[in-house]
C-alpha cells in the first residue's frame, strides 16, 4: 500500500541554524500539507500546498519557514532560522481531490520528523 | 472557526472490553468530514475512520464504530473488543468539504488498554 514518507526521522540542529524536512507524497496524491506537533499538544496545520503554490497557511507560517515541491516526487519545508519553539514533531502529510466539486478526501500523514532545536 | 474538543484527557479499559471516545465540534457550515486519527507511541497519525457529513449512517471499520450525531454535533468513536495494541492518543479531526483544506483537531484522548 503506498504511504508518505519522511526524511530525516530525526534532526536535532541549534538555534539559528536552517533545517529542511523531506516528505515523499504518495504518488498520484495532487494536496501536500505540513502540520506540527509540539509534545503534548495537539496537532496544528501550517500550510497546504497544490499545483505549486501554497493554498493556504496558518499564523504559525511566518517568514521563517518556506515549502516547495523541487521536483516530481519531493515535498520539503524549510526553517531559514530556527528557535527553540520550533522543537516539535513535523507531519507531511497527503491526499487526492475527487470530481469537480472538490469533495475532500482523507489526508494520509507520514511518519514525522522529530525537530529538536537546541 | 471550526473547534474540535475532546473531553477526556486520559481513558483506560480492560482487554476485550469496549470503549467510547468522545468528541463534540463547533462549525456553522453543514458539508464537512469527521476523522479519527490514532497516534501509537510511534507518534505516527494512523486514520481509523471517517464520516462524511452528509451520510446518515454511522461509519464502521471492523472493531472501530462511530456515532455520529450531526445536531448535536458529536462524533464518538467505539472500539470493540479493545486490544493490547489499541493503546494509543486518538485524535478527532474535521476538515470543511470545500474552501479551507487543514485538518482541525481536538487535543487528543490518551487510551490505555490493560492486559
Known amino acids: 500500500e503506498p504511504e508518505v514518507t519522511q526524511t530525516p526521522s530525526h534532526q536535532v540542529t541549534q538555534m539559528g541554524q536552517e533545517v529542511i524536512l523531506r516528505c515523499v507524497p504518495i504518488s498520484n496524491h495532487l494536496y501536500f500539507y505540513w502540520y506540527r506537533q509540539i509534545l503534548g499538544q495537539k496537532v496544528e496545520f501550517l500550510v497546504s500546498f497544490y499545483n505549486n503554490e501554497i493554498s493556504e497557511k496558518s499564523e504559525i507560517f511566518d517568514d521563517q519557514f518556506s515549502v516547495e515541491r523541487p521536483d516530481g516526487s519531493n515535498f520539503t519545508l524549510k526553517i531559514r532560522s530556527t528557535k527553540l519553539e520550533d522543537s516539535a514533531m513535523y507531519f507531511c502529510?497527503?491526499?487526492?481531490?475527487?470530481?469537480?466539486?472538490?469533495?475532500?478526501?482523507?489526508?494520509?500523514f507520514g511518519p514525522g520528523t522529530r525537530l529538536t532545536v537546541l | 472557526a471550526q473547534t474540535v474538543t475532546q473531553s477526556q484527557p486520559e481513558m483506560s479499559v480492560q482487554e476485550a472490553e469496549t470503549v467510547t471516545l468522545s468528541c463534540t465540534y463547533d462549525t456553522s457550515e453543514s458539508n464537512y468530514y469527521l476523522f479519527w486519527y490514532k497516534q501509537p507511541p510511534s507518534r505516527q497519525m494512523i486514520l481509523v475512520i471517517r464520516q462524511e457529513a452528509y451520510k446518515q449512517q454511522n461509519a464502521t471499520e471492523n472493531r472501530f464504530s462511530v456515532n455520529f450525531q450531526k445536531a448535536a454535533k458529536s462524533f464518538s468513536l467505539k472500539i470493540s473488543d479493545s486490544q493490547l495494541g489499541d493503546t494509543a492518543m486518538y485524535f478527532c479531526a474535521f476538515i470543511l468539504s470545500q474552501g479551507a483544506q487543514k485538518l482541525v483537531f481536538g487535543q487528543g484522548t490518551r487510551l490505555t488498554i490493560n492486559p
Open positions: 502529510a497527503s491526499s487526492v481531490r475527487q470530481g469537480s466539486n472538490f469533495i475532500t478526501d482523507t489526508q494520509y
